[in-house]
C-alpha cells in the first residue's frame, strides 16, 4: 500500500495537469528504508513527449547525489499517461528499475489540464512483474519513529516536527 | 589503479549489496571487465552489443561518459565512476 500525504499526492497531480500533454515525472523522495514519501521533487522531462519520459542525465547525477548525502531514496516514482490508461506500458516495466519504490502513474486523458479527477494509482514493479497496490490518501504522514534518547530535544513534544 | 564505482540498487545483487565496489582499468571498458571477474554477470546488465546500454548512464567524476568517449573513456587512479539506470518510461509501448 502506498501512504501519501494529501499536499504531495495535490503537487502531483498539479504536476501531471500543469505539463500534460507533455508525460510529467518525478519523484518524492524518503529517508532510505522509511517507506515515507516526504519531498516532492519534480523532474523535467528530457523526452518532452506525450508518450515517453527520461530524467536528464546531468539531473538524474545531481539528483541522486543529493538523495545519497541525505540517506534518502526514491519512494515514489511517479509520470503521467496523457491519452491512455494509467496502467504500466511494457516500456515502463522494461525500464522500472527501483524495485524499493511505488511506481504511481496519473492519467490526464480526460481532462486535461483542466480541473477534474484523475486516475491515481501505484503499482509495484519488480523483475517485470506488475503489482498495483491500494493507495491511501491521508492529511499529514504518522510520526516517525521515535528519535533515539541521546538525539530527543528537551522540547518534550513528539509531534513536533 | 583503483577506482571507485558506486552501484545502484538494482545491481547490488551482484556486489552482496555493497554501494560501492573498487575495480581497476584505463579505460571504462576495461574497468567494466574487472567488475566483470569478480561481479559475474554485471557486465552484461551495463554492456549490450559492443556498447553502454541506452538506459544506462555512467559517470565519471560527474561526467556522462557519453561525453568522454562512451566505454574508451579513460580512467585514472582516484577516479569516481557513478552507475545509474535511467529514470525513463512512458505509454510509447502500450499495455
Request: aromatic content about 6%; glycine content about 8%; proline content about 7%.
Amino acid at each position: 500500500m502506498l501512504t501519501i500525504d494529501r499536499t504531495t499526492y495535490d503537487g502531483i497531480v498539479a504536476h501531471a495537469k500543469r505539463d500534460h500533454p507533455v508525460e510529467a515525472c518525478g519523484i518524492v523522495a524518503g529517508p532510505e528504508g522509511s517507506d515515507r514519501p516526504e519531498r516532492l521533487l519534480e523532474m523535467v522531462n528530457a523526452a518532452g513527449s506525450p508518450t515517453f519520459y527520461e530524467f536528464d542525465s546531468t539531473e538524474l547525477l545531481t539528483l541522486y547525489k543529493d538523495l545519497w548525502a541525505r540517506d534518502e531514496e526514491p519512494v515514489v516514482v511517479y509520470h503521467s499517461h496523457t491519452a491512455t490508461e494509467a496502467y504500466p506500458s511494457r516500456t515502463d516495466i522494461g525500464l522500472a528499475n527501483e524495485p524499493g519504490a511505488h511506481y504511481v502513474l496519473v492519467g490526464t486523458r480526460v481532462h486535461g489540464n483542466n480541473a477534474g479527477p484523475v486516475e491515481f494509482r501505484s503499482y509495484r514493479i519488480v523483475d517485470g512483474e506488475v503489482t498495483e497496490e491500494e493507495v491511501t490518501v491521508v492529511d499529514a504522514l504518522p510520526a516517525p519513529p521515535a528519535p533515539c534518547p541521546e538525539n530527543q530535544t528537551s522540547q518534550g513534544n513528539p509531534d513536533a516536527r | 589503479m583503483p577506482v571507485e564505482v558506486r552501484i545502484p540498487t538494482i545491481l547490488r545483487t551482484y556486489t552482496d549489496d555493497r554501494k560501492a565496489v573498487e575495480a581497476n582499468g584505463g579505460s571504462l571498458s576495461d574497468l567494466i571487465d574487472d567488475l566483470e571477474s569478480n561481479h559475474p554477470g554485471i557486465k552484461e546488465r551495463l554492456v549490450e552489443n559492443g556498447d553502454l546500454r541506452r538506459f544506462v548512464n555512467v559517470y565519471v567524476n560527474d561526467e556522462d561518459v557519453r561525453f568522454l568517449g562512451g566505454l574508451e573513456a579513460p580512467l585514472s587512479d582516484g577516479d569516481q565512476v557513478v552507475v545509474l539506470p535511467a529514470v525513463a518510461g512512458g505509454a510509447s509501448g502500450g499495455t
